[in-house]
């Protein structure tokens, strides 16, 4: 059985608990890519399915909504998560799984596929993403850029106090931003996301606060 990042349920205990809080995530297990490179309609194994079910039974708080990015896979993640937390009594009903653009590309950095696409499949991802953190891609937002859009998705999806909104995404989407919060140029293999890794996201006043892998940060909150 695959199992969780073993900082990730931990830091629910770093959130505040009176504050609306968000978890973006990276979807569960999936089927292996066959040609090294993981498209769209690869879904969940049933072990991928399992294992966001648990994990939405141990959210701790009562959740708000489900968004997740249109691909098949985050979406059944985003489904089985709802229907552990309603197993374990965080929420009362499943609710809808609400899909958005920016939990994936393109849509979130990607704005010209057509001029981005090719350079992605001929590197690879993890050398893409690194030569994009040093120099951006034409057709593709900055990382800082990236960062404040998805600050902003995030804090027009504010959920009621001491209460969770979970995002499911893709893991280029989540390493890239990871990075930019904690001001990296560089990504490599012992910080990508695990399956099911997510970023616990809060707004206080005028800051963006974060816990990832355990460790708190916080920089002002800005959408451009």
């Known amino acids: 059985m695959a199992r969780l990042h073993p900082r990730l349920h931990d830091a629910l205990q770093l959130l505040p608990a009176e504050r609306p809080a968000h978890l973006l995530t990276r979807h569960s297990v999936r089927e292996l890519a066959k040609n090294g490179f993981a498209d769209y309609r690869l879904p969940l194994t049933p072990e991928g399915i399992t294992m966001a079910r648990e994990w939405g039974a ?3 708080r009562p959740v708000s909504a489900f968004y997740s990015s249109p691909v098949g896979r985050c979406v059944d993640t985003a489904r089985a998560m709802a229907e552990g937390a309603r197993g374990a009594g965080l929420i009362d009903h499943e609710p809808e799984v609400i899909t958005d653009s ?42 800082a850029a990236g960062r404040a859009k998805l600050a902003g998705y995030l804090h027009d ?38 399956m099911m890794e997510g970023l616990w996201v809060w707004f206080d006043d005028r800051h963006l606060n974060w816990v990832w892998r355990g460790e708190h940060g916080r920089r002002p909150f800005s959408r451009a």
């Open 58 to 60: 141990r959210l701790e």
């Open 102 to 143: 920016t939990l994936v590309e393109p849509g979130c950095y990607v704005e010209d596929i057509n001029r981005v696409g090719p350079t992605f499949l001929k590197m690879g991802a993890l050398r893409f993403l690194n030569a994009h953190l040093r120099q951006p891609f034409d057709g593709m937002l900055t990382p």
């Open 157 to 194: 999806r504010q959920p009621g106090a001491g209460e969770l909104a979970v995002h499911v995404t893709h893991d280029t989407i989540l390493a890239v931003l990871v990075a930019e919060l904690e001001g990296r140029d560089a990504i490599d293999e012992g910080h990508w996301p695990w």
